[in-house]
């Protein structure tokens, strides 16, 4: 029972780990979006989202590419 309940647990923590790397990564190609197009947050996400459902892929992975797009100068 015990076993269970710390799997469970460490389950659950590995998920919410793995959500905030991904939220990570989205928040900055939402930065490099906003300086980039001179937009607002909202907007900027918006264009990751439209971005990643007209290519049938996930956000993060939109983010990803995006970062990857804009190397540090």
């Known amino acids: 029972m015990v076993d269970e309940k710390q799997q469970a647990f460490e389950l659950r923590l590995s998920k919410l780990e793995q ?3 991904t939220a ?3 928040n900055v190609a939402v930065g490099l979006v906003m300086a980039k197009y001179l937009m607002n947050q909202e907007d900027a996400l918006d264009v990751l989202k439209q971005a990643a459902r ?3 892929r996930k ?3 939109v983010a990803q590419e ?3 797009a804009h190397p540090i100068q």
Do not use: G
């Open 59 to 61: 956000l993060v992975e």
């Open 66 to 68: 995006q970062i990857r």
């Open 19 to 21: 959500a905030l790397k």
């Open 24 to 26: 990570k990564v989205v």
């Open 54 to 56: 007209t290519q049938k």
